[in-house]
């Protein structure tokens, strides 16, 4: 720790003579303090500590201000603060933040210096009426510091804070939906921007993921998942005994039955298909007599049981190579792959065939070989798949070759 030289300034006598009091008393027995004391006595302690945290804020600012950590050879005075005082160096740079913030929030400093606040109530004030529009009249946002230092007296940080978030509404409630609009918008584009969803195969039979959401979607989405676990719902589909508050469980049932209840003719066309599941299982699987798991055309594997249930509901395609209702080979008819084609390069090939793709079937594009340009016929055993970029190399290195 630095020495302390000898006290001449008044805040240095005063904390000098605050230290030996403090240490006077560390060894004093409260064990004789009645109720009412006591009670008076850890009031008056908290206002002292809050007293005591405008006193260090405003010292912090000071030291900054006159570098006593580049004077001491530190690359600041937080971080000379948090050396010498052996605290983390977010907290030091904390505490000289705080000192800068009081400085330019007056009301707010002096009440904090009088012990009528507390150091969190002055975090929200200051930063709810850091929020506030920077075109106001400069008279408002004093009513506004005013407004939430007066309300203190009443409510904790969180109720400040709910306090802070509507405040402009009590200083200028004219403007206060313009500017709630604007921030709404503002939150909102980039929420958009902040949308994200991450899945992860664990095996064992488990997809683990985690998503954000904007406010709408994710309103959207526990609604719906609500409903369809809300205990009427899953007492008239389970049966009576499930009357229960959902929880995470039948929260991620609901969104299982959420995701198998989406109909397949809402789903967009990805690649010339339905962004369907396509099940590969044998006929006597089906049907009970052999047990052989079912194959995803994405790759992963499920039990004969599961399939069997998605065939109750789903649209069973033959794919004994087409099946008699599906014509797969259609020379120079057509262009186009057709969608049975499209399933059935997507069951062969598992995705992209240039070497190293990883790109699924469902992001592809079904390719001539040889190119249709070039008299490539619209069938199975002259088609492949390839995602858009080797798509447009493959072509790039055909036309290359084609040149005298």
């Known amino acids: 720790m630095t020495a302390q030289a000898t006290p001449r300034h008044q805040v240095s006598v005063a904390t000098a003579r605050m230290r030996d009091i403090a240490a006077d008393l560390g060894s004093a027995s409260v064990w004789s303090m009645d109720p009412v004391e006591t009670a008076s006595t850890l009031v008056e302690l908290t206002r002292l500590e809050a007293q005591i945290t405008e006193l260090k804020a405003r010292v912090a600012m000071h030291a900054d201000e006159i570098e006593v950590g580049d004077t001491a050879g530190a690359t600041s005075t937080a971080n000379w603060l948090a050396h010498e005082t052996k605290q983390t160096r977010p907290a030091a740079h904390r505490v000289v933040r705080f000192g800068y913030q009081l400085d330019t929030h007056p009301q ?10 507390l150091a969190d109530q002055a975090g929200v004030i200051i930063d709810a ?10 008279d408002l946002i004093t009513h506004a510091e005013a407004h939430l230092v007066a309300e203190a007296a009443h409510h904790d940080a969180r109720g400040l804070k709910r306090l802070g978030d509507r405040l402009l509404d009590v200083i200028d409630p004219a403007a206060a939906d313009a500017h709630e609009a604007r921030l709404l918008e503002r939150e909102e584009q980039e929420a958009s921007q902040a949308c994200r969803l991450t899945m992860v195969d664990g095996g064992h039979g488990k997809v683990h993921g985690r998503f954000t959401l904007p406010t709408l979607q994710g309103a959207q989405l526990k609604k719906i998942l609500l409903a369809l676990a809300a205990p009427k719902h899953r007492a008239a589909t389970r ?15 609901a ?15 990805v690649g010339g ?10 006929y006597e699987s089906l049907i009970g007599d052999l047990e052989q798991a079912g194959v995803l055309d994405t790759g992963e594997r499920i039990s004969p049981g599961a399939a069997r249930r998605l065939a109750c509901t789903a649209r069973i395609l033959p794919a004994v190579l087409g099946g008699r209702s599906e014509v797969l080979d259609l020379g120079r008819a057509r262009r186009f792959h057709t969608k049975a084609q499209r399933i059935a390069l997507a069951l062969r090939d598992k995705g992209c065939t240039a070497p190293g793709c990883d790109w699924p079937p469902g992001l592809c594009h079904a390719h001539h070989d040889p190119p249709w340009t070039r008299g490539g016929r619209t069938d199975i055993d002259h088609a492949r798949l390839l995602c858009p970029r080797h798509h447009a190399l493959e072509h790039r290195e055909t036309q290359f070759h084609r040149r005298p």
């Open 273 to 282: 298909t339905d962004a369907t599941i396509v099940v590969t299982i044998s």
């Open 108 to 117: 707010v400093r002096t009440a904090l210096a009088a012990g009528d606040l």
């Open 129 to 138: 009426v850091t929020k506030l529009p920077d075109d106001l009249d400069p």
């Open 239 to 253: 049966g009576p005994g499930v009357e229960r508050r959902p929880g995470p469980e039948r929260m991620g049932r």
């Open 255 to 269: 969104f299982c039955e959420l995701i198998d209840r989406i109909p397949a003719t809402d789903l967009p066309q």
